[in-house]
């Protein structure tokens, strides 16, 4: 396939300022007419073809410049291209292109295509070739106009970007609507939705006074479930003109939800689409983090509006200039709706159990990569989560005022325009005077750095020592890495559990507690101390870093209870936890019994009764590293059956050395009065629900597990009863009846029956790979809906450690045969569900051998899509 190369951008020799498109839809045949105002560029010698780009099953059924039909020799049309050889010589003139559809049959999902009988669209990334031929890349932007008509009857509905212009009725029962939509933008944010769908309406009234119509729009019967999205809605638009300033800029803005979506949702200018499952939610099927996602999710589409969609990108090599920006805006959204320091630690679990393995990995790549084959494929967690994380580190680098002053520059200079990450830097160098090169190799270079870190302190001389040293190790084609800009943020916490405010007399600049790391090597010293400290390091997390740090058990548990720093108090426990997982491994492979050292037990308790912290962080804190996480940190010939015997016993051990305490947390816990979706009562649900998980573990564990799941009035509390009962109790009486009960009760409810299927493909053990194969002949069950993909063989692939890694390779051979049916519809889920073996090289020389065949088996399979071929192809390499 072609590789795309960052070093051979060059602007488009023709512009396309205005789009008009008429869309006539209908299931099989849909008739697209696009007029387009074409421009060629000044300089730009006039017998330069004018070449688009097309794709999928389009048929072309008329090209006409100025009015006048093409003849046959003036064009070359392919599934790929619509090459235009004869052109006026005039710089500026109208193109009219026809093509038909069959939206019913499209089951990429890419492009327009019809979910429970509702058209709708997905442009990004390339998605729009396959509705006209077109200047389909970012950096062409044009002010759309579409008309749409449909059978009034089939689409009652009919919505497109921007503010509303007018409609009427058609022969022959048909209607029309006409939108226009007056900011320029790329094609990948145009959008359509025409069906018959329930509506919640709600209006905003923005900061300089302008009233916005705001409609969700949900299947019919489900409007009372959009109720929770409206809200977050609304709170978005307060919160960005509060933190960021930026103002809502149409007269409407819409949402829909549909059912079969490949992503999370989309930005389209003015008309998100959403995945159901990120708009759908109420206590009896949501849970608590489906509250918090649909919030996160809402916001970060919303926030586009400007880092996105007002400012665009250049080309995608550029997609973490809208996405780890757009993700840093709704990181700081949620920590300003909820509690900062859980959000943070959130953030640090998921980055490290999805980023870090990739960073780690064969698929390891730049924030900003140089190559790629397929552009679908870097919809990734390096571009999105490392991106936000390198947003942070500016903040910090730089201080919260002078990165506002960044932003409104970077907004003032680049409305309109098609960017760069180099514009964006270069609007923090401007406000700030600072040299940003070697910070920028952020987006450069890829690969997790480590700080290896030491300290020493000199009672004598009063003096307290930390040496660093950083390495960044290499990644696929680049094995030689050069040295970062790492603001490590640090304390001294003395003997009385407070920082010692300390400057640094040599060694590194060292600023408002934050380390600036530019050298392989410093040794930074701080004199006037009086006592031996301990020292906190990366508070906050505030690189995105690996630390080996020489730290004595004895300071990490001092700073697991005294750290000022909540996320560096967390920090501390949870190394200790990991240690003792660790070591808990290592002695089962060494056929010995895994102990707990009891301090550890009695300070598990201690922070589960500790009524001075919040009840969402003391859940966190004792949520034990999951065995991919354990995997990780162990790095290499991984038994991941050893790997959960090892976090069951550390678990057991937890259980036994506090079952008192945690019987009565839990009693005490008990919910009271109405159900709120708030930060403190799902705080408090999160900690009842860990208490229940070790709990569980004890004798009588399957009972009480059951009535919990019996007694629960809200989805969080009954999927985590059911994920207990299934997980540990699995096979139990118990178990078979909470497993049957959620199943009848919920038969009709595709989202919360993906829960069923989701907490059965996490069984732990080898007998997982039958009863997924089970489920998959569920009726309920699916592989043309991505939620139904996810919730199945997607859990079982990326979360079921012993379940996937089967010794005998039966997991592997599920994956592989599941991939290659679904790539055949939509190669874009296959892709994504083949990034599961990832971390292959990581696993036992058996399951590597067994990995390695599955891999290529896919590998030599004929016809291979595009994404899937560049994913397996990498992952083999
Ligand atoms: N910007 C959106 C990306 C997206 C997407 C990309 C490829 C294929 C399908 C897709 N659906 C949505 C989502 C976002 O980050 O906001
Ligand atoms: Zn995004």
Request: proline share 5%; net charge negative.
């Given at each position: 396939?072609?590789?795309?190369?960052?070093?051979?951008?060059?602007?488009?020799?023709?512009?396309?300022?205005?789009?008009?498109?008429?869309?006539?839809?209908?299931?099989?045949?849909?008739?697209?007419?696009?007029?387009?105002?074409?421009?060629?560029?000044?300089?730009?010698?006039?017998?330069?073809?004018?070449?688009?780009?097309?794709?999928?099953?389009?048929?072309?059924?008329?090209?006409?410049?100025?009015?006048?039909?093409?003849?046959?020799?003036?064009?070359?049309?392919?599934?790929?291209?619509?090459?235009?050889?004869?052109?006026?010589?005039?710089?500026?003139?109208?193109?009219?292109?026809?093509?038909?559809?069959?939206?019913?049959?499209?089951?990429?999902?890419?492009?327009?295509?019809?979910?429970?009988?509702?058209?709708?669209?997905?442009?990004?990334?390339?998605?729009?070739?396959?509705?006209?031929?077109?200047?389909?890349?970012?950096?062409?932007?044009?002010?759309?106009?579409?008309?749409?008509?449909?059978?009034?009857?089939?689409?009652?509905?009919?919505?497109?970007?921007?503010?509303?212009?007018?409609?009427?009725?058609?022969?022959?029962?048909?209607?029309?609507?006409?939108?226009?939509?007056?900011?320029?933008?790329?094609?990948?944010?145009?959008?359509?939705?025409?069906?018959?769908?329930?509506?919640?309406?709600?209006?905003?009234?923005?900061?300089?006074?302008?009233?916005?119509?705001?409609?969700?729009?949900?299947?019919?019967?489900?409007?009372?479930?959009?109720?929770?999205?409206?809200?977050?809605?609304?709170?978005?638009?307060?919160?960005?003109?509060?933190?960021?300033?930026?103002?809502?800029?149409?007269?409407?803005?819409?949402?829909?939800?549909?059912?079969?979506?490949?992503?999370?949702?989309?930005?389209?200018?003015?008309?998100?689409?959403?995945?159901?499952?990120?708009?759908?939610?109420?206590?009896?099927?949501?849970?608590?983090?489906?509250?918090?996602?649909?919030?996160?999710?809402?916001?970060?589409?919303?926030?586009?509006?400007?880092?996105?969609?007002?400012?665009?990108?250049?080309?995608?090599?550029?997609?973490?200039?809208?996405?780890?920006?757009?993700?840093?805006?709704?990181?700081?959204?949620?920590?300003?709706?909820?509690?900062?320091?859980?959000?943070?630690?959130?953030?640090?679990?998921?980055?490290?159990?999805?980023?870090?393995?990739?960073?780690?990995?064969?698929?390891?790549?730049?924030?900003?990569?140089?190559?790629?084959?397929?552009?679908?494929?870097?919809?990734?967690?390096?571009?999105?989560?490392?991106?936000?994380?390198?947003?942070?580190?500016?903040?910090?680098?730089?201080?919260?005022?002078?990165?506002?002053?960044?932003?409104?520059?970077?907004?003032?200079?680049?409305?309109?325009?098609?960017?760069?990450?180099?514009?964006?830097?270069?609007?923090?160098?401007?406000?700030?005077?600072?040299?940003?090169?070697?910070?920028?190799?952020?987006?450069?270079?890829?690969?997790?750095?480590?700080?290896?870190?030491?300290?020493?302190?000199?009672?004598?001389?009063?003096?307290?020592?930390?040496?660093?040293?950083?390495?960044?190790?290499?990644?696929?084609?680049?094995?030689?890495?050069?040295?970062?800009?790492?603001?490590?943020?640090?304390?001294?916490?003395?003997?009385?559990?407070?920082?010692?405010?300390?400057?640094?007399?040599?060694?590194?600049?060292?600023?408002?507690?934050?380390?600036?790391?530019?050298?392989?090597?410093?040794?930074?010293?701080?004199?006037?101390?009086?006592?031996?400290?301990?020292?906190?390091?990366?508070?906050?997390?505030?690189?995105?870093?690996?630390?080996?740090?020489?730290?004595?058990?004895?300071?990490?548990?001092?700073?697991?209870?005294?750290?000022?720093?909540?996320?560096?108090?967390?920090?501390?426990?949870?190394?200790?936890?990991?240690?003792?997982l660790i070591n808990a491994y290592r002695l089962l492979l060494g056929g010995k019994t895994p102990v707990l050292a009891p301090r550890l037990g009695r300070l598990a308790g201690k922070i589960a009764g500790d009524t001075s912290l919040e009840e969402a962080y003391r859940a966190l804190a004792l949520t034990l590293p999951g065995e991919a996480d354990i995997a990780r940190d162990?790095?290499?010939?991984?038994?991941?059956?050893?790997?959960?015997?090892?976090?069951?016993?550390?678990?057991?051990?937890?259980?036994?050395?506090?079952?008192?305490?945690?019987?009565?947390?839990?009693?005490?816990?008990?919910?009271?009065?109405?159900?709120?979706?708030?930060?403190?009562?799902?705080?408090?649900?999160?900690?009842?629900?860990?208490?229940?998980?070790?709990?569980?573990?004890?004798?009588?564990?399957?009972?009480?597990?059951?009535?919990?799941?019996?007694?629960?009035?809200?989805?969080?509390?009954?999927?985590?009863?059911?994920?207990?009962?299934?997980?540990?109790?699995?096979?139990?009486?118990?178990?078979?009846?909470?497993?049957?009960?959620?199943?009848?009760?919920?038969?009709?409810?595709?989202?919360?029956?993906?829960?069923?299927?989701?907490?059965?493909?996490?069984?732990?053990?080898?007998?997982?790979?039958?009863?997924?194969?089970?489920?998959?002949?569920?009726?309920?069950?699916?592989?043309?809906?991505?939620?139904?993909?996810?919730?199945?063989?997607?859990?079982?692939?990326?979360?079921?450690?012993?379940?996937?890694?089967?010794?005998?390779?039966?997991?592997?051979?599920?994956?592989?045969?599941?991939?290659?049916?679904?790539?055949?519809?939509?190669?874009?889920?296959?892709?994504?569900?083949?990034?599961?073996?990832?971390?292959?090289?990581?696993?036992?020389?058996?399951?590597?051998?067994?990995?390695?065949?599955?891999?290529?088996?896919?590998?030599?399979?004929?016809?291979?899509?595009?994404?899937?071929?560049?994913?397996?192809?990498?992952?083999?390499?």
């Amino acid at each position: 396939g072609q590789v795309f190369k960052l070093e051979d951008y060059r602007p488009s020799d023709y512009l396309i300022p205005e789009t008009v498109l008429t869309f006539r839809l209908s299931p099989e045949n849909t008739i697209v007419v696009a007029r387009l105002s074409v421009e060629r560029r000044e300089a730009v010698d006039p017998s330069t073809p004018l070449v688009l780009a097309g794709d999928g099953p389009m048929r072309l059924t008329r090209v006409a410049v100025d009015g006048r039909p093409l003849a046959e020799q003036d064009y070359a049309a392919t599934q790929e291209s619509l090459t235009i050889t004869r052109l006026p010589s005039a710089r500026r003139f109208t193109l009219e292109i026809e093509t038909q559809l069959a939206p019913a049959q499209n089951e990429a999902l890419m492009g327009l295509y019809r979910s429970n009988g509702v058209y709708c669209t997905q442009c990004e990334a390339e998605g729009f070739r396959r509705i006209a031929y077109f200047l389909d890349r970012p950096d062409v932007l044009s002010v759309y106009t579409v008309r749409i008509e449909a059978l009034r009857s089939d689409a009652p509905l009919l919505l497109s970007n921007g503010n509303p212009v007018e409609s009427g009725d058609l022969p022959g029962g048909r209607h029309y609507a006409i939108w226009h939509d007056p900011f320029p933008k790329p094609s990948y944010l145009f959008a359509l939705v025409a069906g018959d769908l329930g509506v919640i309406r709600d209006s905003f009234v923005t900061m300089s006074g302008r009233t916005v119509e705001l409609g969700i729009y949900v299947e019919h019967g489900k409007e009372r479930l959009a109720h929770y999205a409206m809200d977050a809605l609304k709170r978005s638009m307060k919160w960005d003109e509060e933190v960021f300033g930026c103002e809502y800029d149409l007269d409407v803005f819409n949402i829909v939800a549909v059912s079969d979506f490949n992503m999370g949702a989309m930005e389209n200018k003015g008309l998100n689409i959403f995945n159901d499952k990120y708009v759908l939610a109420d206590q009896e099927t949501a849970t608590d983090a489906d509250f918090a996602n649909i919030e996160a999710i809402i916001a970060h589409e919303y926030f586009h509006n400007w880092t996105g969609n007002r400012i665009t990108c250049r080309d995608w090599f550029q997609l973490c200039l809208k996405e780890g920006l757009t993700v840093f805006r709704d990181h700081e959204f949620s920590a300003d709706q909820r509690s900062r320091a859980v959000k943070r630690i959130a953030e640090v679990r998921t980055l490290r159990a999805h980023q870090f393995p990739e960073d780690q990995g064969p698929l390891a790549h730049p924030v900003r990569p140089r190559r790629y084959r397929e552009i679908n494929n870097f919809y990734t967690a390096t571009v999105y989560e490392k991106g936000s994380e390198v947003v942070r580190m500016i903040r910090t680098v730089l201080g919260a005022e002078t990165f506002r002053q960044g932003m409104d520059l970077y907004f003032l200079r680049h409305d309109g325009q098609a960017v760069t990450i180099e514009d964006f830097l270069k609007a923090f160098e401007d406000v700030s005077g600072r040299d940003l090169s070697q910070f920028a190799l952020w987006y450069h270079q890829a690969g997790t750095p480590n700080l290896a870190v030491s300290s020493s302190y000199d009672a004598a001389a009063r003096e307290f020592v930390i040496d660093i040293e950083q390495s960044v190790p290499p990644t696929p084609s680049e094995s030689r890495k050069r040295l970062m800009h790492i603001p490590l943020a640090f304390g001294l916490v003395g003997p009385d559990g407070k920082d010692i405010v300390a400057t640094a007399v040599e060694g590194a600049t060292v600023e408002g507690g934050v380390i600036h790391v530019r050298k392989r090597q410093h040794s930074v010293r701080f004199s006037g101390i009086e006592a031996r400290p301990a020292l906190s390091l990366n508070r906050g997390f505030s690189a995105p870093v690996t630390l080996s740090a020489t730290q004595g058990d004895d300071d990490l548990f001092f700073l697991a209870s005294h750290d000022s720093d909540e996320y560096a108090r967390w920090q501390a426990f949870n190394t200790l936890l990991t240690d003792a997982l660790i070591n808990a491994y290592r002695l089962l492979l060494g056929g010995k019994t895994p102990v707990l050292a009891p301090r550890l037990g009695r300070l598990a308790g201690k922070i589960a009764g500790d009524t001075s912290l919040e009840e969402a962080y003391r859940a966190l804190a004792l949520t034990l590293p999951g065995e991919a996480d354990i995997a990780r940190d162990i790095g290499k010939n991984i038994d991941p059956d050893a790997v959960f015997t090892a976090r069951r016993a550390i678990a057991v051990a937890i259980a036994r050395e506090n079952k008192e305490m945690f019987s009565s947390l839990y009693r005490d816990l008990h919910a009271e009065g109405a159900f709120s979706p708030d930060a403190a009562s799902a705080g408090r649900r999160a900690l009842r629900n860990v208490l229940l998980d070790f709990l569980s573990l004890l004798d009588g564990g399957a009972g009480l597990a059951l009535s919990h799941f019996h007694a629960a009035t809200n989805m969080t509390d009954r999927a985590a009863a059911l994920t207990v009962l299934a997980h540990v109790h699995h096979g139990s009486p118990q178990a078979v009846e909470a497993l049957a009960a959620f199943e009848k009760r919920y038969a009709a409810d595709p989202l919360v029956m993906d829960k069923w299927f989701q907490i059965q493909a996490g069984v732990p053990g080898p007998q997982t790979v039958e009863s997924v194969r089970a489920l998959m002949r569920h009726p309920a069950f699916s592989t043309t809906n991505p939620n139904r993909l996810r919730a199945l063989v997607g859990t079982f692939s990326s979360a079921n450690q012993t379940g996937f890694h089967r010794a005998d390779g039966e997991g592997y051979r599920l994956w592989a045969e599941t991939i290659l049916e679904v790539e055949k519809r939509n190669p874009q889920m296959a892709a994504r569900l083949a990034t599961a073996l990832r971390s292959w090289r990581s696993l036992d020389p058996q399951r590597q051998a067994k990995a390695r065949e599955a891999l290529l088996r896919i590998a030599a399979t004929g016809n291979l899509s595009a994404d899937l071929k560049d994913i397996v192809e990498r992952t083999l390499a």
